[in-house]
């Protein structure tokens, strides 16, 4: 290798590394983690959650305070300034100060509100990824039923064949040709209606994949996915973590109502500049105030009373709403993992048994048929039922991870793909 070509190809393997990443299948791990880093609702989450964070901080902090510029006690003769003892030209500045700890229980409100929408951007992540996985699947499915029924359509094109020989020597009648012919275009509808299917499963990723739904998909069953044995939905995921924010929120609303049997309170400090002399031609002094002002809630049984109770029972609300929720949530999960189990059960009664039987019946009924010792309606049942079993199972299959999909979002702890964006 001379020095030119050691220089040369080094260039050429980084302008191809795209090339060869493109031509690799696009994963469903792939696939999640792009959905996850382009969806625009996630992005939304963030900013809301820190627009809150902002309002956090504004929420804690004094009203600003008031200036005072007065001109007091003038006289409407004149208006002099010089003329009458009593005439001022005043100058202050007025501060509120909230009552006790209303500053605090607002910002702790605000941050609560902010903690939420952030676990119901963790929680809108996690149906993301669920949804992706449930339409990815579909996708498998459908391809993998579609790729069945082409690798059987020889097997009912020889059915044509042999009928149409038999019927050319005389052995068999018109009828088994005709219906060996119906059994392929029935067969031809349904590759059709599974490249339909198959079009709009794209279609649905396309929302997220971009024109990457498009290309070459690897669509072989996850069969890294194993059923959990944990539970039950623990206290941190996102969606109870979200219900959980909204009673602490509650909780802070609560105790402001509190604060409101407290007073408000002020202070107001001002100066006060006097023009006129006294009896002996010397000016008079200036004037300095210093007022605190206090609210009085003396009248609370219709007012700090009402909404102090009305706080209370929406906080009530609030926890019994939350505790419903993870009973909610756990009930989906155990009939979740009833569903996996009965799956499985399923699945190895195809490979243990039904897959085997099926096919043992097909070549019998089909031998038997050559033999002139079986009606063609045998060889059409049996190659039939065949087929039906061979779809059932990849169906249930389908089903199967779907129903793992439907668990991982209770127990995203147990599921594959790596963390949340």
Partial sequence: MNRLTKRIYPTCCLLLLPLIAAAQPLTLETAEQIALQKDLSLQAYSEQSLALQEEATFAAQLPDPQLILASANMPVDTWDIDQEPMTQLKLGVRQQFPAGDTRALRQEKMFAQSDQVLAERADAALRLRQQIRQHWLNLAGWSHSRQLLQDYRPVFEQLVDVTLSFYSTGRKHQQDYLRAKLLLGQLDNRLLAADKQVAEERAWLSRWLGDRAYTELDSR????????????????????????????QQTAQLDLAGERYKPNWGVELSYARREADDMVGDRLPDFFSAAITVDLPLFTADRQDRQYRAEKHRLEALR??????LGEMNTALVRGLTRVR????????????????????????LQAYRSDAADFADVMQSTSVRLELELDYQQTQQRYYQSLAEVYYLLPDHAPGGEEI
Avoid: M
């Fill in 320 to 325: 019994v709403g939350r505790a419903d929720l």
């Fill in 221 to 248: 069953w996850p069969t890294h996915w194993h059923a959990p044995t944990a539970g039950p939905v623990s206290t941190e995921h996102p969606r109870f973590q979200a219900s959980d924010y909204r009673v602490r």
């Fill in 342 to 365: 009965e799956l499985q059960r399923s699945l190895t009664l195809y490979r243990e048994q039904l897959l085997s039987l099926g096919e043992q019946q097909a070549e019998a009924a």
